[in-house]
């Protein structure tokens, strides 16, 4: 079986840099570097999981998140939301519409790690 | 004449009889003798069991001192193998932690030199500040040679009041700058002070100041990779600003010498 493919979104270099290196011996991994860009991936790659950033130009994360679940080709893969600010409210929306997990940053590797793991199984 | 048959047929009837009594009588015998048999063997079993039951006892003993040493003796390599266990299951997360350390610091690094344009690398260093170390609130200020003051070059979540610029020796950014050294709060006293003032510095030439003023929520107070961060960027943040100036100086005096002898040219 060959292995999990993910799609990280960032408009920071230096994260998906950071992701690339914790993830990449375990899973096949594409990069976008703003929702509409990983919207456009996603639908084209159908990934088994998405490591999205909330904030982000063009097209923030939750908007992202929202035309992912509309999506049919998108609705059921998994989304981990990566968020700097941690503040309830934002993480709620995110879970109302339809997020699957969430990780606060600085990543840290273990607990990323744990939630890819989790959620792709 | 006729009453002599009839006397043998009794005396035969009569030895039938007797012969048949006597081998009741034999089988009884017989009976009772096994009976006594198998009573005198079972005396006689029971009797050597009597004989042999200390040696068995002892023996008996013997191999249970033999199993309680053994038992003890796997109790023993149960309790190192379980210390065993403990010291990997440590060494694993210690591990662990290194493999997270070494990955942010080799991000970091691999981030400050991948470019030269001057513009990036400061985005470079805010976003490690921002990503890595997680603040909310900081600034950085550049040196500026004139004015022996240091200047803001990009900050996150700063009011206009700590944006202003660094004055050398003063205050607890300022002192930082003057000695070279990094500074670290054990605990804030005032919003309006540093949780940690790090200078950038090639050699003793100082570049640059990291002023942070606070990190994020899920954060409680700085990790050893953090520091690690700090000593990193005190050195690598620093030449990639040096590299990155004195590129686009060379490039903009290039342009400018390439417009020259293009003015020249056409002159001719």
């Known amino acids: 079986m060959g292995k999990k493919r993910i799609l990280l979104v960032d408009d920071s270099e230096t994260i ?26 996603a639908i084209r790659e159908k990934p088994d999981l998405i490591l999205m950033d909330i904030m982000m ?10 035309a992912m679940r509309a999506f049919e080709q998108t609705q059921k893969i998994p989304i981990i939301m990566v968020t700097t600010k941690s503040d309830q409210d934002r993480v709620d929306t995110c879970y109302k519409l339809g997020c699957t997990d969430y990780i606060n940053k600085p990543v840290n590797r273990e607990e990323l790690l744990n939630k890819v793991s989790k959620n792709l199984s | 004449m006729d009453k002599q048959p009839n006397d043998k047929s009794d005396l035969l009837i009569r030895l039938f ?3 048949k009594n006597f081998t009741q009588e034999v089988l009884k015998e017989n009976e009772r003798l096994r009976l006594l048999l198998a009573a005198q063997k079972a005396d006689s079993e029971i009797k050597k069991k009597e004989d042999t039951l200390p040696e068995n ?18 109790r023993r390599t149960l309790d190192d193998v379980e210390a065993e266990n403990k010291e990997f299951a440590q060494k694993y997360v210690t591990v662990e932690q290194q493999n997270s350390s070494l990955a942010n610091l080799y991000v970091a690094s691999y981030r400050l030199h991948s470019t030269l344009d001057f513009k990036e690398v400061i985005n470079i260093i805010k976003e490690i500040v921002i990503n890595l170390i997680g603040s909310e609130m900081f600034g950085l200020f550049l040196k500026d040679e004139k004015l022996n003051e240091l200047s803001l070059a990009t900050q996150e979540g700063l009011d206009d009041k700590k944006c202003r610029p660094v004055l050398i020796g003063f205050g607890r950014a300022g002192e930082a700058a003057e000695k070279g050294d990094a500074y670290y709060a054990a605990r804030k ?3 309006d002070d540093p949780i940690a003032c790090i200078p950038l510095k090639i050699h003793d030439r100082l570049l640059g100041l990291i002023v942070i003023y606070q990190l994020l929520k899920q954060k409680d107070g700085f990790a050893q990779v ?6 990193l960027l005190a050195d690598h943040a620093a030449t990639a600003i040096y590299c990155s100036q004195l590129h686009t100086q060379a490039e903009r005096k290039l342009s400018t010498m390439q417009n020259l002898l293009e003015l020249l040219k056409s002159e001719k």
Not at chain 1, 22 to 32: E, F, K, N, P, V
Not at chain 2, 58 to 74: F, I, S
Not at chain 2, 226 to 231: I, M, P, S, V
């Open chain 2, 189 to 191: 006293e005032s919003e």
């Open chain 1, 16 to 41: 998906l840099v950071l992701e690339k290196l914790m993830l990449g011996s375990d899973y096949d991994l594409i990069t976008a570097k703003n929702g509409r860009l990983a919207l456009e991936t």
């Open chain 2, 226 to 231: 953090d520091f690690e961060l700090f000593n």
């Open chain 2, 57 to 74: 006892l002892a023996r008996l003993e013997m191999e249970n001192r033999r199993y309680k040493e053994e038992l003890d003796q796997l």
């Open chain 2, 17 to 19: 009889e007797e012969g």
């Open chain 1, 57 to 66: 130009p063009e097209m923030d994360g939750i908007e992202a998140l929202r």
